[in-house]
Each structure stands twice: as structure tokens, then as C-alpha cells.
């Protein structure tokens, strides 16, 4: 079946420093790509998102690009600030079936220290 | 635009005690629903999905319930609460175009003592 796999945090960075989050997935046919955020005490909000290959998804400074040969849709930001500290679900939706069947990852913590 | 609230935000409930979550969706129309729980330390676990009044699928046999008595309404549910239901809830919204794109509410913390 379909699933996702990603790096597993914590993850600690100084403000400014450079942001990878490795995802790479499983899936059947060619599934649309996302990376949700999770704020503290919050619900999760989509960040971006790619639907085929060689997309590239963009938001708030992150960016994504929907890697059909090797399986992978890494997210990065070039300069991280405190406040993009959160947990970073990257997820994949093969649009088969009638509703959204959404499978995540485990999620990647992110800690931006001043 | 549309909106989604669930509440309680945060509820502490004794074992075998009922539950009872809501979310209402407003600003559209036969939205699909959508029921998760997220443990601690884990990733997202989809617990019940629902493609319009009345219609509810399980993807996993759980101690839960849900319904959706009106078109933007959709209750979590459980008879008797076990310690291992303890998580943060997470009520979600699409339009129905199989795109992918959630739309989370606030979440709600439950805590089973």
C-alpha cells in the first residue's frame, strides 16, 4: 500500500540556518505531494503542495520538488526563523477514491533557537 | 470562506466515562468529513471519514463512533472511554475533488484518567 516516510526529529537549528526534511514515499500511479505544518496546540494547515512530477511547491519560503525517480519530495528553507517552529507532516493522496484518503508521515519536529 | 470549529478544545474524562467531540463546517456544501487521532509522539491515524449525512466509513476497528446528522456537522463518539483513547482529535474538511487538500480544525485534547 501506499505510504510515507520522513526524517525523524527532533530537529534543532540557530535562526537562519539552512532547513532540509527529507520525505521520500510508496505509491502506486503518480500521487499528488504535500507538506502540512503543525503549530503548537494547533490543527495542521497545508504549506505546499506538487501534483506531478517535477513540481515545485512553494509557500512562506519553503520549498518542494516532486522527485518521481527517486521517490522523494524534500522540503527546505533557506533561512529558518523561531517562528517556523512546528511539526512538519509531509503526505501523499493518490486521488483514487472518492474522498481524500490522505496518508502521513510520522511528522518532523522543528525547534528554531534565537 | 469557509471555517471549521471542533470543541472541546481540551477534555480529562475518567475510564468507561462516554464522549462526545462536534465539528461544524461552515461557508460550503457537502463537504467530506473527516475524523483523526494523533498520539502522542506519532503521526496522524484517520479514524472515520464521511461522504455526506448519514454516511460514515471506519478505517480501523476502534472503542469509537461517529455520525453526521447534518450535512456540516460530525460527532466523535465513545460509549465507554479507555486509557489508550487518550490523544489529540483532529476534525478535517475537503471539497470532495479527491485533491488531497485538508482543512484541519483547532483539535481536541483528550485525556483519559
Known amino acids: 500500500g501506499n505510504s510515507v516516510t520522513q526524517m525523524e526529529g527532533p530537529v534543532t537549528l540557530s535562526e537562519e540556518a539552512f532547513l532540509t526534511i527529507n520525505c521520500t514515499y510508496t505509491?502506486?500511479?503518480?500521487?499528488?505531494l504535500f507538506w502540512y505544518v503543525q503549530y503548537p496546540g494547533e490543527g495542521l494547515q497545508l504549506l505546499l503542495k506538487?501534483?506531478?512530477?517535477?513540481d515545485k511547491g512553494s509557500n512562506k519560503g519553503f520549498e518542494a520538488t516532486y522527485r518521481k525517480e527517486t521517490t522523494s519530495f524534500h522540503l527546505e528553507k533557506g533561512s529558518v526563523q523561531v517562528s517556523d517552529s512546528a511539526v512538519y507532516f509531509c503526505a501523499l493522496s493518490d486521488g483514487r477514491t472518492s474522498y481524500d484518503k490522505v496518508i502521513f508521515g510520522p511528522g518532523t519536529s522543528l525547534s528554531v533557537i534565537p | 470562506s469557509q471555517t471549521i470549529h471542533q470543541w472541546p478544545a481540551t477534555l480529562v474524562q475518567p475510564v468507561g466515562s462516554p464522549l462526545s467531540l462536534e465539528c461544524t463546517v461552515e461557508?460550503?456544501?457537502?463537504?467530506?468529513l473527516y475524523w483523526y487521532r494523533q498520539a502522542a509522539g506519532r503521526g496522524l491515524q484517520l479514524l472515520f471519514y464521511s461522504v455526506g449525512i448519514g454516511q460514515i466509513s471506519s478505517e480501523v476497528p476502534q472503542n469509537l463512533s461517529a455520525s453526521r446528522p447534518q450535512d456540516r456537522q460530525f460527532i466523535l463518539s465513545s460509549k465507554k472511554l479507555l486509557l489508550s483513547d487518550s490523544g489529540f482529535y483532529l476534525c478535517?474538511?475537503?471539497?470532495?475533488?479527491?485533491?488531497?487538500?485538508?482543512?484541519f480544525g483547532e483539535g481536541s485534547r483528550l485525556t483519559v484518567l
Open positions: 506538487a501534483t506531478k512530477a517535477d
Open positions: 461557508g460550503t456544501s457537502n463537504p467530506n
Open positions: 478535517a474538511w475537503s471539497a470532495g475533488a479527491a485533491t488531497g487538500e485538508l482543512f
Open positions: 505509491a502506486t500511479g503518480y500521487p499528488s
